[in-house]
């Protein structure tokens, strides 16, 4: 893993290119994944299978020149595992049978042997990293502790969170007994996922910035900040590297200076934020990972990708004083599954030619 451009960079150590991977980087804007997709019966079947997941781990990097994987799994799978019963609509999305409604409801849940129950996601990875090249990463993943307290209270995903809110406001007690709960729960998920070998592990803290500030930092970075800290000291192969921590939270661009206080080697930043003034009042706290619009790979032509790319690369650069080191190129959020396969090729092979342009 020395050769790791991905890890290099988020060492802030010289690398020839700046690397890119995306959220979602595995899915329905592929047709391979759609295929492989229709004879699975269910998504969470997809999920649960380590050897068709991992397929579809790999799928992107062999349609693309991409410096990293990211294991196919889901955020919910965690709430799933605590004994919620989960599915997934065709064009809905997720919905749990039974959302939590009351304290016996948080005490319900089981997190004894989360570990055990989430074993496929273990064999995903170890079967992910038999197949990886040496020098690419494989990057594990858990949502923020408020970002699945919010579906297991909404029952699904929701415009206003109305239900997260009125527990938030009415009864914090309750959400904190629920985000503890949540907390441990991820601790012994990443931890195993780290044991399994994944080289980064990724807090997905989604819904985050739909808080106040005072709420976010209450209820959302107060938890993220416990995992990072509670997180094994492990080390990637062949290196004396520790595991790079990312975390992501979704409007959270406003909160960036506490954000960076909490140990993650890397910050995730929505396409709301501008990447240099972001490196200009960070400096070298952290690594920063981001931030095209998702909606530019959907709707814009080539020439559109290619503006907005280079904005996002020369903003960074400039601002680290002529060094792309320290940056990870990606979107500010998923991959939409309109987007178009040949334009994330264009872009993969912008991002790369960069420095070899500039």
């Avoid at 949502?143 to 914090?172: D, I, R, V």
């Avoid at 959302?220 to 192969?237: E, G, M, R, V």
């Avoid at 790979?297 to 650069?317: F, S």
Wanted: hydrophobic share 40%; net charge neutral.
């Amino acid at each position: 893993m020395n050769n790791s451009i991905l890890l290099n960079s988020i060492y802030h150590k010289p690398i020839p290119h700046t690397p890119v991977w995306f959220m979602r980087q595995a899915g329905r804007y592929l047709p391979e994944y759609r295929k492989l997709r229709e004879g699975c019966g269910s998504f969470l079947n997809l999920c649960k299978n380590p050897e068709l997941a991992t397929q579809v781990t790999l799928q992107p990097l062999q349609r693309f020149s991409l410096d990293a994987a990211i294991m196919f799994s889901d955020i919910l799978v965690v709430p799933e595992a605590m004994g919620m019963e989960l599915n997934f609509i065709e064009n809905e999305g997720p919905k749990f049978t039974h959302k939590i409604g009351s304290p016996q409801d948080i005490i319900n849940l089981d997190i004894s042997e989360i570990a055990q129950r989430l074993n496929y996601v273990f064999e995903i990875i170890k079967n992910c990293k038999k197949e990886l090249k040496p020098d690419t990463p494989l990057i594990g993943f858990s949502g923020s502790p408020f970002t699945l307290a919010c579906y297991m209270l909404e029952g699904s995903s929701s415009k206003n969170y109305l239900h997260t809110k009125q527990w938030m406001y009415n009864h914090p007690e309750l959400l904190h007994q629920l985000l503890d709960k949540l907390t441990q729960a991820i601790i012994i998920y990443l931890t195993a996922q780290i044991n399994a070998g994944v080289d980064v592990v990724m807090l997905f803290d989604s819904w985050g910035g739909i808080l106040t500030e005072q709420a976010y930092i209450e209820f959302s970075l107060t938890y993220l900040h416990k995992i990072i800290a509670a997180l094994p000291k492990a080390k990637t192969p062949n290196t004396q590297q520790l595991i790079p921590k990312i975390v992501f939270t979704k409007g959270g661009g406003i909160w960036l200076d506490k954000i960076s206080n909490i140990g993650a080697d890397v910050i995730g930043l929505d396409w709301t934020i501008n990447i240099g003034q972001a490196k200009s009042m960070l400096g070298q706290k952290a690594a920063l990972q981001g931030n095209l619009d998702p909606a530019i790979l959907a709707v814009g032509d080539k020439n559109a990708i290619r503006q907005d790319a280079l904005r996002i690369l020369n903003a960074y650069k400039t601002a680290n004083n002529g060094s792309i080191s320290g940056h990870v190129f990606n979107l500010g959020h998923g991959i939409l599954p309109v987007t178009n396969p040949d334009h994330v090729a264009y872009l993969v092979d912008l991002v790369h030619e960069f420095n070899l342009t500039t």
